[in-house]
């Protein structure tokens, strides 16, 4: 399945997957099965702190790689909070509840979430784990799941790294022992056989993956 992006008419492929919740529930989700690509491209020693418009940084610097990858976004350009929450705990701006977050999405989705990325390696009839989730060209996967995760690389303190290799995404959650500088992310590498959650600094560039907002 396809949709457009009419922001800047750009087409994805999305999927339904259904499988176990976190709670071992049966869910259904309609994630997009390719990295969010959105926004002007600044350098990726930069912050992303123009808060009238979306900003990325494509991996190089290089907008060839926003098209291949998607773009790589910090926490709050993600949220869509201001560029402060960065650096700010900013749990009164945004559902800390729900996590019905829209940031960055298009109209009609909302930001991944743990429990998303826990149905999609608990989807129905995947075997693999996490390997079900990503790419089996280059990024040492099965992809039964059809999620297509690919090793879009990150930005790390300004430097650009793990192309091919590595995967990371924040969630739209801060950390509860750091609420100011850190929030709560997940990442895959190509020799990973795990699913986990951890912490890291908001101002990290990573992919993002939208899902369909159903509520």
Known sequence: MKFVDGRNNREYYYIQISGKDTAGRKATIKVMAENLNIGEMVRGRKNQEDDDKIERYC??????????????????????????????????????????????????????????????VHADGNTHGVEGTRSAYGFGGYNTTGYSLVGAGYNWNGSFKGINDETYWHYPEENPENYAEKSKASYQYTLATGNPISNTFKTHGFSVRCVMDEF
């Open 59 to 120: 991996y190089n610097n290089d907008t060839t790689n926003c098209d291949r990858y998607g773009g790589l976004y910090q926490w709050a350009e993600m949220m869509q909070l201001p560029s402060e929450c960065n650096q700010e705990n900013c749990r009164n701006q945004y559902d800390t509840v729900t996590y019905h977050h829209q940031g960055i999405c298009p109209d009609g989705w909302r930001l991944l979430t743990y429990n998303d990325f826990y149905i999609v």
